[in-house]
């Protein structure tokens, strides 16, 4: 299944896709990442997400199935988080029934294209006129800026780990420090709790 998140991409890049959907959104072009979404549903004209991130082995799948992708695993935008595939869809406002065309004319990818350009996204020409990455930037950009972002996860997630770890061991710590305090001398905690009950035991009777 494809990834349909923009949480997959990285930040930089998600913060156009975002501001590219809004435009559309403002445009009065529906976006949603499925089908079954009830405004896509509603619309003559829709945008549906059909791809963000894509990992090098699904990369090479579609590279061996032909046809779907000139590039192999790692020489895909997709693969660092840094393009986005839509497709424009039709809806029936009667039946509610939505479907992909795959063979959209000019006017509709043109009006996809209007608000693609605003937010410095670029496609490419004659063949892949529905995917888009950043304007002007290197795979090898991309990858880069790919990879220090999975750096910063990796060490944000290890750094919370770390205080985690420490904040129960220091909880542990208290919670002793407390029974130290809390236990009489030469008693148990258990015998506190019976000297407790016999006590309670008296009172009522
Ligand atoms: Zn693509």
Known sequence: MPDRSLGS???????????FI????????PVADSTRDKRLQKAEFGVLITETFRSVERQNELYDQGGVTRVRGGGSYHNYGCAVDVAITHGDPETGECVIDWTPRPVYV??????????????????????????????AECRAEYEKWQARKASKTEMAKR?????????KASVRLREARTV??????????RQNVEKRKGEKG
Do not use: Y
């Open 184 to 193: 009489p001398e030469g008693g148990s905690k258990l015998k506190l709790r």
């Open 9 to 19: 991409l990285t930040p930089k890049f998600r913060k156009c896709v975002n501001a």
């Open 163 to 171: 205080f985690k770890t420490a904040r129960v061991t220091a909880k």
């Open 22 to 29: 809004r435009s559309l959104e403002a445009a009065g072009i």
């Open 110 to 139: 043109f009006a996809v294209h209007e608000q693609a350009t605003k937010h410095g996204l670029s496609w490419i020409f004659g063949w892949d006129e529905l995917h888009f990455r950043p304007a002007g930037k290197l795979l």
